[in-house]
C-alpha cells in the first residue's frame, strides 16, 4: 500500500475511477441497470486507442474488428432489449436471496483467489470476486441515487447506503489484489464481465427490470450478449497483455 500511495500513476487512475463512477451514478439516477451497466464495457472502446497511443504499439485489425462487433452487439441488446425501468424500492425480503446468492459466489472466488493456486489463476478468480462486488454496488447505487430526493438523512439511514459502501470498498481491495498476484491479462476481463453480470443479474431479480422481447428476438438477443461477453474478453486481454509488453520495456530500458 505504501509503494501504491507514492505512485502519482496509480492515483491517477484512481481519480479516473472515481470519476467514472461518478457518472455512472448519475446515468443510474436516469436509467435502470440493464440500460446503464453494458455501457460500462464501451471502456474498452476507448481505451484501445489510449493504450496504443501510450504504449506505443499499433491496433491491430483483429482488435479494431473486436470493437466493432462489441459495438454492434451492444446496440442490437439495447435497441431489441429495450429494458425497462425496474423498482429500485425493493425490501430486504427482495435482496435477501439473489444477494446471498450473489455474495457467496464473490467469497469463493476470493477463497480461491487467496488460496495457493498458480499466479494466472488467483488474478482470474480475484479479477472475478472484486467484479461482482462492483456489480453488486452498482445495484445499491442505483436505489441509493433514487433515494437522494427524500434527503441526506434518507440516505444515511438507509442500509443500503452501507451496502453500498463495503461492497464498493471491497471491490477495490480485491482489485488491488488481483492486479498483484497475476498478470493483468487474467484479472482484466474477469473484472470486466464479473460487474456488468452480477448488476445484470440483481437488476432482474430484485429491481425487477426486464427485457422487452419475445419470439426471435429472445435468440438475436441470446446471441447478442454472446458476442458481447465473448469480445468483451477478448478486448480485456489484448489490452492487458500491450499495458503488460509496454510496463516491461519500460523497465528493461530503465
Same mark, same amino acid.
Given at each position: 500500500?505504501?509503494?501504491?500511495?507514492?505512485? #502519482?500513476?496509480?492515483?491517477?487512475?484512481?481519480?479516473?475511477?472515481?470519476?467514472?463512477?461518478?457518472?455512472?451514478?448519475?446515468?443510474?439516477?436516469?436509467?435502470?441497470?440493464? @440500460?446503464?451497466?453494458?455501457?460500462? @464495457?464501451?471502456? =474498452?472502446?476507448?481505451?484501445? #486507442?489510449?493504450?496504443?497511443?501510450?504504449?506505443?504499439?499499433?491496433?491491430?485489425?483483429? %482488435?479494431?474488428?473486436?470493437?466493432?462487433? =462489441?459495438?454492434?452487439? !451492444?446496440?442490437?441488446? =439495447?435497441? $431489441?432489449?429495450?429494458?425497462?425501468?425496474?423498482?429500485?424500492?425493493? #425490501?430486504?425480503?427482495?435482496?435477501?436471496?439473489?444477494?446471498?446468492? +450473489?455474495?457467496?459466489?464473490?467469497?469463493?472466488?476470493?477463497?480461491?483467489?487467496?488460496?495457493?493456486?498458480?499466479? &494466472?489463476?488467483?488474478?482470474?478468480?480475484?479479477?472475478?470476486?472484486?467484479?461482482?462486488?462492483?456489480?453488486?454496488?452498482?445495484?445499491? +447505487?442505483?436505489?441509493?441515487?433514487?433515494?437522494?430526493?427524500? &434527503?441526506?438523512?434518507?440516505? *444515511?439511514?438507509?442500509?443500503?447506503?452501507?451496502?453500498?459502501?463495503?461492497?464498493?470498498?471491497?471491490?477495490?481491495? =480485491?482489485?488491488?489484489? %488481483?492486479?498483484?498476484?497475476?498478470?493483468?491479462?487474467?484479472?482484466?476481463?474477469?473484472? +470486466?464481465?464479473?460487474?456488468?453480470?452480477?448488476?445484470?443479474?440483481?437488476?432482474?431479480? $430484485? !429491481?425487477? /427490470?426486464? !427485457?422487452?422481447?419475445? &419470439? #426471435? &428476438?429472445?435468440? !438475436? *438477443?441470446?446471441?447478442?450478449?454472446? @458476442?458481447?461477453?465473448?469480445?468483451? *474478453?477478448?478486448?480485456?486481454?489484448?489490452?492487458?497483455?500491450?499495458?503488460?509488453?509496454? +510496463?516491461? /520495456?519500460?523497465?528493461?530500458?530503465?
Amino acid at each position: 500500500m505504501a509503494s501504491l500511495i507514492r505512485s #502519482p500513476r496509480w492515483w491517477a487512475g484512481l481519480i479516473g475511477d472515481g470519476g467514472g463512477y461518478v457518472m455512472q451514478a448519475v446515468a443510474l439516477s436516469l436509467g435502470s441497470v440493464l @440500460v446503464v451497466q453494458p455501457l460500462i @464495457v464501451t471502456s =474498452l472502446l476507448f481505451a484501445l #486507442p489510449l493504450s496504443a497511443k501510450f504504449s506505443g504499439i499499433r491496433i491491430t485489425r483483429s %482488435a479494431w474488428s473486436l470493437a466493432i462487433m =462489441l459495438a454492434i452487439s !451492444l446496440a442490437i441488446f =439495447l435497441v $431489441v432489449g429495450d429494458p425497462t425501468e425496474g423498482d429500485s424500492n425493493a #425490501p430486504w425480503s427482495d435482496w435477501a436471496v439473489p444477494l446471498t446468492i +450473489t455474495v457467496a459466489v464473490a467469497v469463493i472466488a476470493t477463497i480461491g483467489g487467496l488460496s495457493k493456486l498458480d499466479g &494466472g489463476w488467483r488474478a482470474l478468480l480475484l479479477g472475478s470476486a472484486a467484479g461482482i462486488f462492483y456489480g453488486v454496488a452498482v445495484a445499491f +447505487t442505483k436505489y441509493v441515487t433514487d433515494l437522494l430526493g427524500h &434527503g441526506v438523512v434518507g440516505v *444515511i439511514s438507509a442500509w443500503q447506503t452501507w451496502a453500498l459502501i463495503a461492497s464498493g470498498a471491497i471491490g477495490v481491495y =480485491l482489485q488491488q489484489r %488481483a492486479f498483484q498476484v497475476g498478470p493483468l491479462s487474467a484479472s482484466l476481463p474477469a473484472l +470486466t464481465i464479473g460487474e456488468p453480470i452480477a448488476a445484470i443479474f440483481l437488476g432482474m431479480t $430484485v !429491481l425487477d /427490470e426486464r !427485457l422487452r422481447v419475445d &419470439g #426471435p &428476438g429472445i435468440a !438475436l *438477443i441470446g446471441c447478442a450478449v454472446a @458476442v458481447m461477453i465473448m469480445t468483451t *474478453i477478448a478486448l480485456s486481454r489484448s489490452q492487458a497483455r500491450d499495458t503488460e509488453g509496454a +510496463t516491461a /520495456e519500460s523497465t528493461v530500458g530503465s
